[in-house]
């Protein structure tokens, strides 16, 4: 059985899940509203103020899918009743950000500047020059706005210029040796 897979999901005060045909589980709380096409295979039910996923038989590729549901549906209910935000610093002389409307714009030692514009359901902010918070309901868009915002100047290992994730830890490497 799978660890994940078998515990049941709490649902919280202010959270309605509505389970469709076709396994579409869509979830409403106080932050907004997601909805997820789930496969078709695996058995999701509402017991007791608890969704439970189960699978129908051992085979591996429903005990693949039974820990994944399982956690799609706790990431939509800790979505739409917390939020989910992801934040990078920009590291290096003269990188900066800048936020006017739902652009972000980033300085980061290119000829010209970088423009970004917000996903729906995902906003971002700016701290002073160099901190960028990106926050939003679903966990998956949240993480890929970030790795975008990041991939515009991953850091580098000699000086660690760039933008990195605020608990992202770089290796440093020591620069050439001359020689003597």
Known sequence: MSRIGKLPIGIPAGVSVTIEEGNT????????TLSRKLSDSMNIAE????????????????????????????????GVTTGYSKTLEIN???????KAGNKLTLSLGYSHPVEM????????AVEGNNKITVTGIDKE????????IREKRAPEPYKGKGIKY???????????????
Request: proline content about 4%.
């Open 25 to 32: 589980v869509t979830v409403k709380g106080p932050k907004g």
């Open 47 to 78: 017991k007791e103020g608890q969704i439970v996923v189960e699978r129908p038989n051992d085979l591996k590729r429903f005990k693949s899918l039974h820990g994944l549901t399982r956690t799609l549906i706790n990431n939509m209910v800790v």
């Open 92 to 98: 290096g002389v003269g990188y900066r950000a800048a």
């Open 117 to 124: 514009i917000d996903p729906d359901g995902v906003s971002t």
């Open 141 to 148: 868009k949240v993480g890929q706005h970030a790795a975008n």
């Open 166 to 180: 605020s608990t992202e830890r770089i290796r440093r490497k020591e620069g050439k040796s001359g020689k003597k």
